[in-house]
């Protein structure tokens, strides 16, 4: 059974940072993927991050040169550092990951099989 907790959202004044953090419980199911996504209300669920087990990232456009995913191995907690945010990143934050390799770039959520809880950021003007 795969586990995914988010914490770090809240409030934030536009330019400023927070830093999402994802701890997760794997057991014996690998993940080849782990990706950060955001829904506000009305909108689909979109693609922030990706990191894959091989190092390799991607980012939305949207967020590129402001946001950062990395990984904690030992701990391993996923995050997402947010900087320079801005009023239209406000959003339900969600980690997912998937238990087999994906297509390069952002990819749907549909292509992902675990998700956490999501967690709320607010960024105001």
């Known amino acids: 059974q795969v586990h995914m907790v988010e914490s770090g959202g809240g409030s934030v004044q536009a330019g400023g940072s927070l830093r999402l953090s994802c701890a997760m419980s794997?057991?014996?199911?690998?993940?080849?993927?782990m990706g950060w996504f955001r829904r506000t209300p009305g909108k689909e669920r979109e693609g922030v991050a990706r990191?894959?087990?091989?190092?390799?990232?991607a980012y939305a456009d949207s967020v590129k040169g402001r946001f950062t995913i990395t990984k904690d191995n030992v701990k391993n907690i996923l995050y997402l550092q947010m900087n320079s945010l801005k009023p239209e990143d406000s959003a339900m934050y969600y980690c997912?990951?998937?238990?087999?390799?994906?297509?390069?770039?952002?990819?749907?959520?549909?292509?992902?099989?675990?998700w956490g809880q999501g967690i709320q950021v607010s960024v105001s003007a």
């Open positions: 997912a990951g998937a238990h087999n390799p994906l297509l390069p770039g952002i990819v749907d959520d549909l292509w992902y099989h675990h």
């Open positions: 794997t057991g014996p199911v690998r993940l080849y993927v």
């Open positions: 990191l894959d087990t091989d190092g390799v990232t």
